[in-house]
């Protein structure tokens, strides 16, 4: 496929887009399949009936703003990509939650928090060293999070001749490090869906918004070759990718209780008195 002038131009515009936050809704020409579950409504569930909510990786807020109606007045937010913190403090500020900024995967890396701190932490497609989250939680504290799995938008990949940028992010990896650190896995459970790109100006907006699945140094005119196959792809189209999620639930233990003395198996017994 060869394309003309005015469509590379559009294209270099696409890319020279600086998006912040995280919302994908006004890519018209892209679409994927809902997963078997609701994290949305697993997250409302829990935020109603928690105290003190920790939100992990917030981006722009926008996913934690729509809970606002029922999470609780102790609530927070960590944002690590340091555009989004001035998005997600714009945003959540005004609803009475904080923001702080923070980088899970940034060198010695800790949630500034005191242990036992939060009663729910979530964590939708954010990175989160599970024995740090363990430390946050109060016992019987709850942990619940989304992630994109390994195998995600691997046909963009091979486009590109790059391989996955997270090969370890998998529910196995994942439940193993979370038993480990001391939790209870409750509910679990991964999908392989579909994606489909229906114009190429939503495809290059969305590697703006999620720039590890392209390379590095994207550009039309260096990557041409593969840019014009797959808008060949999409005006065949649509152009279909494979998608990745899986999500957890998992609790803290309980806090443990000194033994007490069952009273009611002396009930019917005389016990022996000393004289004195």
């Known amino acids: 496929m060869t394309v003309d002038d005015a469509t590379l131009h559009s294209w270099r515009t696409a890319l020279a887009e600086d998006p912040l936050g995280w919302d994908f809704s006004e890519l018209r020409g892209y679409a994927e399949e809902d997963t078997p579950w609701r994290f949305d409504t ?13 939100d992990l990786g917030t981006g ?15 609530t927070v937010a960590t944002e690590g990509w340091a555009p989004n913190v001035p998005v997600a403090t714009q945003r959540l500020e005004p609803l009475g939650i904080e923001v702080v900024e923070y980088n899970p995967e940034a ?13 729910l932490v979530l964590a939708r497609h954010e990175a989160f060293d599970a024995a740090d989250v363990f430390r946050v939680l109060s016992p019987g504290g709850t942990f619940a999070t989304q ?16 391989e996955p940028p997270y090969p370890d992010v ?9 038993t480990s650190a001391g939790f209870r896995v409750e509910r679990s459970d991964a999908f392989r869906g579909r994606a489909v790109f229906t114009d190429m100006i939503s495809f290059l907006r969305f590697l703006r918004r999620v720039p590890w699945i392209a390379p590095a140094d994207l550009d039309v005119d260096r990557h041409r070759d593969v840019l014009e196959a797959i808008a060949q792809r999409i005006d065949d189209g649509p152009f279909e ?16 209780t000194p033994p007490v003395t069952d009273f009611s198996k002396l009930l019917g017994e005389t016990p022996d008195v000393p004289q004195v």
């Open 147 to 162: 992630q994109v799995g390994a195998d995600d938008l691997v046909e963009v990949l091979e486009a590109f001749g790059l």
């Open 241 to 256: 990718v494979g998608m990745s999620r899986f999500w957890l639930l998992a609790r803290t233990p309980e806090a443990r």
């Open 107 to 119: 060198p010695g890396a800790s949630l500034p928090f005191a242990p036992g701190r939060f009663d």
């Open 42 to 54: 697993v997250a409302r569930n829990l935020a109603q009936v928690s105290h003190h909510l920790l």
């Open 60 to 74: 722009g807020g926008e996913f934690l703003s729509a809970l606002a109606d029922v999470t609780p007045d102790d």
């Open 170 to 178: 998998t529910l196995q990896n994942i439940e193993r490090e979370i």
